[in-house]
């Protein structure tokens, strides 16, 4: 059972536009939402969390959604550079149950083209 | 953050052998795991390591095929033991400071067993 889900397995912008990157979930237990970055050979990098008290937290470029109804949530990066061409994890954990216990999507392949 | 070494990089085993996977962080950490990312899955985690007590195992994982130890607050290792080429993924050690803090990652082990 696959309780985080990342439908997209791959997406491609180009440079300066937007990237949106979905996931959804099906644990409603889950109330702490992160997303991780991975270059190849490389361990996976945190880039930005949320917990389900907001709807939406903001880091630079990054910017993350939270849609607790709809079990929903996506990161947006803008404006997308060739940098930002990688793997990318959506997580969720339980802050009641271990918060560091994280449940990982499949991940979104993104390529950013010039 | 943390640096985060692990060791080796990479191998290749014949099946029915065992390898231990070191990791090693540069200061002292509350939380580390042991993650599993097989071809084309997403992480899932295997054990928490307990420094000083047995590794707290996941469903489908147990200590017979997986040993871990963690003798103080910056070491860890993970076996694999009598392996099989279903085995054959990246082994990743993640650590964090404090509970519900994000977790960090090393740049993991590619095991490929024959």
């Known amino acids: 059972d696959q309780q985080v889900k990342q439908n997209s397995p791959s997406l491609s912008v180009q440079e300066g536009r937007i990237s949106i990157l979905n996931c959804d979930y099906t644990n409603s237990m889950f109330d702490y939402f992160l997303w991780y970055k991975k270059y190849p050979a490389e361990g996976p990098t945190f880039l930005i969390s949320?917990?389900?008290?907001?709807d939406k937290n903001e880091d630079g470029r990054f910017t993350v959604f939270l849609n607790k109804s709809a079990k929903h949530l996506s990161l947006h990066i803008v404006p997308s550079q060739p940098g930002d061409s990688a793997v990318y994890f959506c997580a969720a954990s339980s802050l009641t149950g271990g918060g560091n216990k994280l449940t990982f999507g499949t991940g979104t392949q993104l390529k950013v083209e010039l | 953050s943390a640096v985060i070494s692990q060791k080796p990089s990479r191998d290749i085993c014949q099946r029915g052998t065992s390898l231990t996977i070191q990791c090693q962080v540069d200061s002292q950490v509350t939380m580390m795991f042991w993650y599993r990312q097989q071809p084309g899955q997403s992480l899932t985690l295997i054990a928490t390591a307990n420094q000083g007590s047995e590794a707290t195992y996941e469903s489908g994982f147990v200590i017979d095929k997986f040993p871990i130890s963690r003798p103080n607050l910056t070491f860890s290792t993970l076996t694999v033991s009598n392996m099989s080429p279903e085995d054959s993924s990246i082994y990743l050690c993640s650590v964090a400071f404090s509970g519900n803090s994000p977790l960090h990652f090393g740049n993991g082990t590619r095991l490929t067993v024959t």
């Open positions: 949320i917990s389900s008290i907001k």
